[in-house]
């Protein structure tokens, strides 16, 4: 139980690190001095014009909208201690993903079905090369490998991966246009710097700094997410998230039942 301990909190920890700073970036942005790009580079020209500044729930519910329309996706996440592959499906029943993840400690791979979440973990038992966990568990693997599950989920909301609420932007300007493999998008953007008064409430650093971009084109669906955070100790993450290939097939199972250790009804 120790080393599979040991296993889930590289994971946590490596992507959680995101979730660790955000908690810090508050609510209002308490300075923004977003760059507004007046020519763009490439060809893209999705119809937002630029310096137009939109509310983040609408925005936010548009996009929603147009990927569960569309249904599936292949997803990419690059960054910091991180580099994971894999797919989604969102329907009536909910959010479903298969990801494989290269973290600084090795592979692993999570499942997550409405209601289930598996972690593979190749240290358990003999036969059991998967872990069921809740993120809302009260286990010690649950408890650590939540904020990792909840994070994954956000997959299915971009707009969240700004910040959770209360802390995610409320508003985006769109600061330029740019093409993502081939297709036109507006980038929406915002940034928010840490009060003394939000970093005592959130666990943070005053004066860090959160950027986020999304990459959105013309049917609001979202072909990439940036988040950059500058603490004012020096400490930087980047985390890029990428979606293509909307509409492919994709299914997402849970593993074998012999194979899993469910750790939803055990508390040991």
């Known amino acids: 139980m120790?080393?599979?301990?040991?296993r889930i909190r590289v994971i946590t920890v490596a992507i959680g690190a995101a979730a660790a700073l955000l908690a810090g970036c508050g609510g209002t942005a308490s300075s923004n001095t977003l760059e507004?790009?007046?020519?763009s580079a490439t060809s893209a020209e999705p119809g937002e014009p630029i310096g137009e500044t939109v509310d983040a729930v609408t925005l936010d519910r548009q996009v929603r909208q147009a990927m569960r329309d569309a249904g599936t996706c292949e997803i990419t996440i690059t960054g910091d201690g991180i580099a994971a592959h894999g797919?989604?499906?969102l329907d009536s029943g909910g959010m479903a993903l298969s990801m494989e993840l290269e973290l600084s400690g090795g592979v692993t791979a999570v499942r997550l079905l409405p209601g289930a979440a598996y972690v593979h973990v190749p240290e358990s038992a003999p036969g059991k090369h998967w872990l069921q966990?809740?993120?809302?568990?009260?286990?010690?693997?649950?408890r650590q490998a939540g904020v990792m599950l909840r994070?994954?989920?956000?997959?299915?909301?971009?707009v969240a991966i700004g910040?959770?609420?209360?802390v995610r932007p409320t508003t985006l300007t769109v600061v330029r246009h740019?093409?993502?493999?081939g297709l036109a998008t507006s980038v929406?953007?915002?940034?928010?710097?840490l009060t003394p008064a939000q970093a005592a409430a959130n666990n943070g650093l005053a004066g860090t700094t959160v950027r986020f971009e999304a990459f959105i084109d013309a049917g609001h669906l979202p072909r990439r997410i940036v988040l950059e955070v500058h603490g004012p100790d020096g400490t930087q993450l980047t985390q890029n998230v990428g979606y293509a290939d909307w509409g492919i097939p994709v299914t997402v199972t849970a593993p074998p039942e012999s194979e899993v250790t469910d750790l939803t009804r055990s508390t040991n």
């Open 2 to 6: 120790v080393v599979r301990r040991a």
């Open 36 to 39: 507004v790009v007046t020519s």
């Open 87 to 89: 797919q989604m499906r």
């Open 133 to 142: 966990v809740r993120p809302d568990g009260t286990d010690p693997l649950s």
């Open 151 to 158: 994070l994954l989920r956000n997959l299915s909301d971009p």
């Open 163 to 166: 910040g959770p609420p209360g």
């Open 178 to 181: 740019e093409d993502v493999d």
């Open 188 to 193: 929406y953007a915002a940034e928010t710097v």
